[in-house]
């Protein structure tokens, strides 16, 4: 299959929806401060229910990128930079998943090691997210490549 030229609109429009969704989640985290103490059938916290719908997104921007592809990155990188862009996108995708799953198991299940591996994917997922970030802002405003029209950003 040859690779596609930019992402679809659908993969354009899933990309941000779950950055504002993840953005949210964080900006709403303290509401899982006292977890531990919630009834087991208290209704999920906002928190929560952000976490489950990024996490039902990802597997479909995961499918997505699996039948569609994405556009291959800039001719003039080096070959360093195009593996580890590659490798970023596919830890982005891990992280975005796996991020909500250990929350979902420390909330349902009580399960404290859950609730500490969920800190610790966060981290990484913020961590890895402003990785992307400073690379995408790299190619945009230094290289000025047009990367970002990709992903429905104009060049400038």
């Given at each position: 299959?040859?690779?596609?030229?930019?992402?679809?609109?659908?993969?354009?429009?899933l990309?941000?929806?779950?950055?504002?969704?993840?953005?949210?989640?964080?900006?709403?985290?303290d509401?899982?401060?006292?977890?531990?103490?919630?009834?087991?059938?208290?209704?999920?916290?906002?928190?929560?229910?952000?976490?489950?719908?990024?996490?039902?997104?990802?597997?479909?921007?995961?499918?997505?990128?699996?039948f569609?592809?994405?556009?291959?990155?800039?001719?003039?990188?080096?070959?360093?930079?195009?593996?580890?862009?590659?490798?970023?996108?596919?830890?982005?995708?891990?992280?975005?998943?796996?991020?909500?799953?250990?929350?979902?198991?420390?909330?349902?299940?009580?399960?404290?090691?859950?609730?500490?591996?969920?800190?610790?994917?966060?981290?990484?997922?913020?961590?890895?997210?402003?990785?992307?970030?400073?690379?995408?802002?790299?190619?945009?405003?230094i290289?000025?490549?047009?990367?970002?029209?990709?992903?429905?950003?104009?060049?400038?």
């Amino acid at each position: 299959m040859p690779r596609p030229t930019s992402y679809s609109r659908l993969q354009v429009i899933l990309h941000w929806l779950v950055v504002i969704l993840i953005i949210a989640a964080f900006l709403l985290s303290d509401q899982m401060d006292d977890w531990e103490d919630m009834p087991a059938d208290a209704a999920l916290p906002l928190h929560g229910i952000l976490g489950l719908t990024v996490f039902f997104l990802m597997l479909a921007r995961l499918v997505l990128r699996l039948f569609h592809g994405a556009p291959p990155p800039p001719e003039a990188d080096p070959a360093w930079q195009k593996r580890v862009a590659e490798a970023t996108h596919w830890a982005l995708y891990a992280l975005a998943i796996a991020t909500p799953w250990s929350g979902g198991f420390a909330f349902y299940l009580r399960w404290e090691e859950a609730a500490d591996v969920h800190e610790l994917l966060k981290t990484l997922l913020l961590l890895t997210a402003a990785a992307h970030t400073a690379a995408a802002l790299y190619h945009q405003f230094i290289l000025r490549d047009g990367l970002l029209a990709r992903m429905g950003l104009r060049r400038g």
